[in-house]
């Protein structure tokens, strides 16, 4: 063929699948976009709402004695003796402020319940013809997520033992798993292809109960992940912010991929719902969390960050692909294991260690015996010592100084002391890369492992 | 007609009235009830459990530096200087705790959703049967109630401004006005026979956005009204109780005078779910705050119980009758109004004042010159004078001393001082004989103004 010919060919083709597109866009894309519209409207005034609304509310919530010591900052302090303290280490800081952006968050939601219901141009619903199970899903997913922040905000005022951490959580998913109880919620799950044929079994498996555990686990999962990965200024709101990106540019995808699949996109369109207001008011928050902070988010915002993601994912039906997007938060829990199960000596903080002088982040260490060690612990101990991935200074007496097994420390021991912002960007660049290779595995794997990838 | 014969007739038409009574049993009150029993047993299982867990969380409400002074008590305290104080007036009571029963009743609920979905006999809704329209109220009323718990719980931590006693309701009842907007609700009110005939109208009127804004000034209404008449231990509970009660017993009244009517069932039954465990923890709380109250209960509980009497009335559709139990509530509102405009002087506590000698409360007054008020101002303190609705002392100099405009300060100009435990005791059987007052107008009244009373 002439190249003429072939350019024409081309040319075809693209007006051909540009009319297809157009079509689609027409008549099932566009009239989906009115209430997405409005959920970006509703979201950026939320945004603008949090970042005024924050530093206005610092001196209710330090006056409510609210307040949380900043160890990574240096400042001057006059003693009640007289005898001024330079550099006096650690500055107080309002604590539990991720309440407010849970406010406006839940406010903004609020507004929006009718309006993916109500389009301007689209006939009344006849009678029963009303969606009221996707209005159902809407309100389940905020009454779990309003329960959280309810239960959040009083487990920092109240500083409740560690234990509630896994009840709080629980009892918040409660909503989403009695909703899914109470409509018949399909409990199967797809196998894989190779495991068709290798077990003899169907297409999907009914895994009852199991699939209840699933789903609380998760939220549990999900709302701790967040608060573990903590304790570096923006670091729980950055990570959150990275995370809810990710899920909304998933979304979008699913979105663009399979825009004649009803089912899939009213999916994909809940959560960006949820999402999307979710990370504008994170947006105004971190503002203000940001280095230097001049706010605290407190557990509040990371049960609540866990449990919008958490209901997105259920609800949204992709909770296995949403859990890729957790890869430096479930690598976090993996290497943390040795200490977390005490089989290497576990302090009780393992923050990073702030030096004044330069005024820099470093590595914190924990000290121990290697020979007073069990023979797991010794294992453990040997095998992170041979493979670099922790930092060890040993001393004359036989003893050795081991970073403290986080993610945290061990950006630090890759990259040496930092100032505490780099720190934050670094491991929100680990955060963002991680999304990356998320969508590259989650794509050729499931096509890898189902018949149809969706 | 013999006297046999009178009897047997009578004793016939018992036969035939118990006939039809067990078959309407059977086939529209049986199926009902099985809910309705595992509402029951949840309710008790919640009364329970915040009468177990709100000692346990005393001391973590302390400690959070969530106290209030009781200052109707008195105690010994041993001063800084050594100096001991005895009687020393006030002491430290845990505030806010009404959180508590909050959370166990949301729990409580959480855990109900399903049942009314799933019953034991009934074969399962084939497809499109499901009735998510009663599954989407029930959550929505408990979004409401759930935002009201959170945002009360802030504004008893943060200590908020009085307009936020405004906006607070004002959002949480968003849930319930935008799932009424979405689902294209009615909002045509019934009107009376007499105007029907007068106006020219037809059997109801639609009132559009009117309808709206009377949503919302009953979210806040019932919100403050609790809130307003407090001050003495075990009040705030008490009235939310009897009121529960109230509100229970007009739903079962209404069930069992209209068992064939299905929607009107559904509306009182849905009630029921929402009012009874609401009743069970309250009192669990009120065994607490009872006098000599150990915890303080806090707006929180406040805003909880209105909202949960609001969404009751909206959604249950008897949101004209609830507000006649709130007739206490109404009658001290119109009678502070004096004070509250401003027209005669309102002190910053209107509380009753506390006399150490004999452990009893006495009115508390206000002092001001009646020459000296607005002619508006003056009218209104002769009238309240001359009706004797107030205790005044008239002093040499043309002064006065009236006692302040609320009916917890009517109850003591009446029967004099009295005990705490006796003043909470007559106010609730003020509470009390106004429900019955409210059943007395209630039926008759309707009978009057409408043509069919349901």
């Known amino acids: ?75 001057t302090r006059r003693l009640a003796s007289g005898e001024l303290v330079r550099p006096y280490e650690g500055v107080a800081v309002p604590e539990a402020m991720g309440a407010v952006s849970c406010a406006v968050y839940l406010v903004c939601l609020f507004l929006f319940i009718p309006l993916p219901f109500a389009q301007p141009g689209v006939p009344a619903y006849s009678d029963g013809a009303f969606p009221h199970a996707q209005l159902a899903r809407l309100l389940c997913a905020l009454l779990s997520i309003c329960c959280m922040c309810f239960l959040g905000f009083a487990d920092n005022v109240l500083d409740l033992r560690w234990r509630d951490r896994l009840i709080l959580p629980l009892a918040a998913s409660l909503p989403v798993l009695m909703t899914y109880a109470a409509t018949g919620g399909v409990t199967t799950v797809k196998v894989p292809a190779a495991a068709q044929a290798l077990l003899g079994l169907g297409g999907s498996v009914d895994i009852g109960a199991l699939y209840f555990v699933y789903i609380s686990l998760l939220a549990i999962f999900c709302t701790n992940a967040i608060n573990i990965l903590a304790g570096v200024n923006g670091l729980e709101v950055g990570q959150s912010v990275v995370i809810g990106l990710t899920i909304a540019a998933f ?7 399979w825009p004649e699949d009803s089912v899939l996109v009213g999916h ?40 919008t993601f958490a209901v997105a994912g259920i ?30 000596p576990c302090p009780r903080h393992r923050m990073p260690g702030y030096l004044p002088a330069t005024d820099q982040l470093a590595l914190s260490t924990v000290d121990f015996r290697p020979d007073e060690l069990t023979t797991l612990g010794r294992l453990a101990y040997r095998a992170l010592a041979a493979l670099r991935a922790v930092h060890v200074r040993e001393r004359a007496d036989g003893s050795v100084a081991m970073s403290n097994l986080t993610i ?19 491991l929100l660049g680990v955060q963002l890369a991680s999304s990356v290779l998320a969508f590259a595995i989650r794509y050729p794997l499931a096509a890898l492992l189902y018949d149809v990838v969706k």
Chains 1, 2 share one sequence.
């Open 1 to 75: 063929m002439a190249p003429g010919g072939a350019r024409i060919a081309v040319l075809v083709v693209a007006v051909g699948v540009g009319a297809k597109l157009r079509r689609q866009l027409a008549t099932v894309v566009m009239p989906l976009l009115q209430p997405l519209r409005a959920c970006v409207l509703l979201s950026l005034i939320g945004g603008l709402a949090t970042l005024r609304v924050v530093p206005h509310m610092r001196a209710s919530f330090a006056k409510a004695g609210l307040t949380g010591i900043d160890l990574n900052k240096q400042t």
């Open 251 to 257: 979304n979008c995808v699913q979105l663009a991929r």
């Open 268 to 307: 994909n369109l809940f959560s960006l719902y949820v999402v999307l207001p979710f990370i504008t008011t994170s947006l105004g928050l971190l503002w203000h969390n940001w280095y230097p902070a001049s706010v605290f988010v407190g557990d509040t915002y990371c049960y609540f960050a866990g449990m």
């Open 315 to 344: 609800l949204g039906h992709f909770s296995k692909t949403m859990l890729l997007f957790f890869l430096p938060q479930l690598v976090n829990f993996v290497y943390s294991l040795p200490q977390l199960a005490l089989i290497i």
């Open 408 to 426: 945290i420390n061990f950006v630090l021991h890759v990259c040496g002391p930092m100032r505490e912002a780099s720190l934050t960007r670094a």
